[in-house]
């Protein structure tokens, strides 16, 4: 059976948080799955609200086009950066990160709600849970306040902040998982999933073993519509 | 790496559609996955429309109870028999062959239709689409009028119906992709894909690689809410 | 005028609580109609959340199978236990007390919360909503973490659960009215309706005028698509 | 037990269709229950789109305040003319014919459609289905073009435009069941349900039928909110 | 380039209103642009409520009927009273007040929410809003619980209830922009504005420069379906 | 009374579209506005479908940081190319050209359908309409299968499809108005509406009249949401 060859490309140009994406993929892949993390020179730090989407969507979108071998691609940031173009330049499977873990979170529970980073990063997540449908099953993406590039850091101010919206979630929203709504989170999932008791997605790995799931099923993308050529 | 162990079952009682189901899900499966095809021996010989379900549903549970060793159960009838009550006995992640389509035709297509078999048997599969959120993506639900245990025999009547419900999904609904609503169509994905050029969704296969997916991501379905044990 | 034959199945096995409904559909039933309470010998005790819908599901449809000369059915589980599979094995009406309450709650009010009572149950009653389309007149399902068995006792424990709820729904949700999401809670209609000045409703007797209505106006239930026989 | 009396009012000033509309209503009332025809002396002779709608509101309201006595009222129009602003001097059940025939088709079909009379009239109807949330079992409102006055005539002509639109509804709609969406279609009811072999929903009997329905059930207006006097 | 002559309407009868209402819309109106208030003589003196608004649109109409010389014509209602009907008798654009405030807060916020003033007033409002589609960018319809008439005193009771509301809509409900629910809170929008530090939009100046820019494209109402003369 | 300066930014770099569009957008502009048309030099020629908006987006937003002083900016492509992005580097009011069509169809209509160029441009468009709510008053939007640039040339074939198209969307769509869904339609605008009786809505001349309103509204794009700069 062929190697399943699949490039991870986080748009923003932290390399740190590629390199952390890409091992976090790893520990899922299955066997003969290669992960390849990548990121363009050029593109905003982090990406918080619908400007920092827009300037790195071409920079991404130049990333898939120079790796057209590829077998899969995953887009490693929340807000599902440059999705649906990315589809119109390749008939390969593109995943992201936030509709991954949307549609894993649909599997095992009724509804769910996003934790993400910063309020203005909601109305974007908020638009493509509804273009994709899964509004319907998401109680609240709630904003942290926590910016992106503090995630790492893990501070005890941190960890507070994304307890308290998760206790929310749960209490107050009825939510019956928890999405974590950024690519940073991703080395959070097992303590805050063993602490709460109840599944917390990472779309990071979520996209990883979706996209293997794709290229198995020998998935391609539509081209007699909207992600037309 | 540990071996992925499937039960897929099939809720009715048609031991060859239990075969064909178990071989279509293996040319899928990854190294290390062992797809094993279950029946009842008790329950409606097809399942069409809401009283089939409702007669299937329990015989199939007791599969389930009867095989909690297994690291993911699939669900192989379209109308995703008894899905909500099958996550309440276990934690297992548990997937239906319908809810698998119709997520795997939203990661490639803006919108699809879904070809089934019987009228009956639609407003089953639109209920169920508007419980995931995934009406949003559906252009339409066709019956074909071939009854499930008819797709087996594949005459030419039996085609044209079906390519007359396809042809109309491209034009009138728009759609950019077929999912093909019952798990007696798995045979004919790829002939139909060939001819049409556009993606054509079987969910038996889907599910499978969408229940690898699950396994390997080390998803539990959620205790806390409407599938507490 | 002939006289109106109406069976009242209660989908669990708990005979105190088949004998409560019926005499309270009785109070409110015409001249001429005669209300029989009915319920499965082998059948869980109360019905919590999917699992215990399935397993009460088939034993429900055998009562309706069996009492053919009925003029119209009323299953009394506020989940509408099998409703859209009774419907495919009879051409006579049959109402489900989730669904008499919520159309009865839509003629009176703007918007109406419903108070039920486990966590678990919610998703089940939040999709039948869904599926009848009233979710647009309810403001929320609420649940009172009283177990169904316990309502039967009534205690101030169990009263104040449901003064709280009550009073949540009537501020936080703007309710105006409640709509009690169980069976064993008809008895307590007249007295929080008394209470908090605003309609409560409750299914078992909704129900059982809306049948009669069925039946008077000469109902049918459709067998051209999904509830052929 | 107490009569029920019931006032039937139709909004528009032609008193042969209130007289038919009683008629039509006393043929289903149970034993005790007296069905009053009335309409205003000063209304439009019929009532086809939204100015109609208006200039008939108020004198519909004022036969309301002159039978405050009653014990339930029906607003005999099929766009539920003024239905809200009536349930605001009334604690009084007040079922609008609309109304009551979408919820009576909710019941025995998974979807129905409308055939109503000229077009102008459709928008006015999706507004009331969309309002009361059964817009979700609502295949489509079509226009069959004729005038509800021609409708008494019940010519070759106006038979041929109704049998169309009931033909594509079940063929292209895939509707199970047919509202007739007008108070002057009433004497076609028995007619079209026997040449079509599926329920066809008349809207002043069903409005009769479940205000009895109501007024057993011992049903008031809520008076805590939208409806508050 | 020839003036544009808009028609303002205050449905109610309190002249007071009318008269700020149009010194309101003459801040705002642009060179050449004539805004003329009229109020009918018989007419509640406020509009809270379905029945008020039922009671205020026939005189609201004729005013309509009266002025066909207009340009445009604005109803300053909140509730946008009778704004359908008006549409059906001059194919000059009709703008309600509210509608004219929910599409400007859409230009420039991802979601609004509304303060109006008494909780029976939220069902229709949230009726407008579904029917417009703009429920979409609505977080809330809030009730301060302010009499329309006690609006023009302005008293520290009036404006503490106003606050918090907004303090509520902001915190709560994550609104962008706030929308003024009733014309005679037009005085306020300045001082909320900068207190907030968020657009607080007013219904009134929003339908002035509404209709000007209607007139100026050229904009007719629609004559071949539901706004039919 | 200050002027008002508008830009009007064409997205794509053909600069002959560009002038059209801005010599429509001053047929239109109240005494004392001006309206500057401008394009990025670096951008796609035509914009049809994902990628070129994606491609088309940073020099669009390019040119608005260039120009800062001007009153108010119009984004001059019917897919409302970076419209969420452009409102996060200016609180100046920024308006799509669809979403102004959309705002003044929903005027003057009850149901609109819209007649663009290519099938890849649909989802696109319907993605938009869903985001602003307005799908909810949107029948259908239709393919005309011309592509932009050739609807300069106005042959009888490029004429015929459009005729189609409007056909079937009165007759199909029930649509009171049309919206013409792209800027190089805008010349078609006033025949289309002679020819067919009903209000034909061009997006270049709706997004001007309302830049000026929101201009003198006083209108702001919030910045503590989604917006935030």
């Given at each position: 059976m062929k190697n399943i060859d699949i490039a991870l490309i986080n748009?923003?140009?932290t390399t740190s948080m590629t390199r952390k994406c890409a091992e976090a993929g790893k520990t899922v892949a299955g066997p003969g799955t290669v992960v390849t993390g990548l990121n363009p020179?050029?593109?905003?730090a982090s990406i918080q609200g619908y400007y920092d989407v827009a300037a790195a969507t071409m920079p991404m979108l130049e990333l898939i086009k120079a790796n057209q071998g590829k077998d899969a691609f995953i887009i490693a940031c929340f807000d599902d950066t440059g999705l649906d173009a990315a589809r119109c330049i390749t008939d390969k499977p593109v995943i992201g990160i936030g509709e991954a873990a949307f549609h894993m979170a649909s599997l095992i529970s009724c509804k769910f709600s996003v934790i993400t980073t910063l309020r203005r990063s909601v109305p974007g997540i908020e638009n493509n849970l509804r273009s994709y449908g899964l509004d319907r099953r998401c109680a609240r993406v709630r904003a942290s306040e926590v910016p992106v590039l503090d995630l790492e850091k893990g501070t005890p101010e941190v960890m507070a902040k994304l307890h308290r919206e998760i206790e929310a979630a749960i209490e107050e929203d009825q939510a019956e998982a928890i999405v974590l709504g950024c690519a940073g989170m991703v080395a959070l999932m097992e303590e805050l999933q063993s602490r709460y008791g109840l599944p917390v997605i990472d779309g990071v790995t979520a996209a990883v073993t979706l996209a293997e799931a794709a290229v198995r099923y020998g998935l391609k993308t539509s081209k007699i519509g909207g992600y037309a050529g």
């Open positions: 748009p923003n140009s020179a050029a593109s905003p």
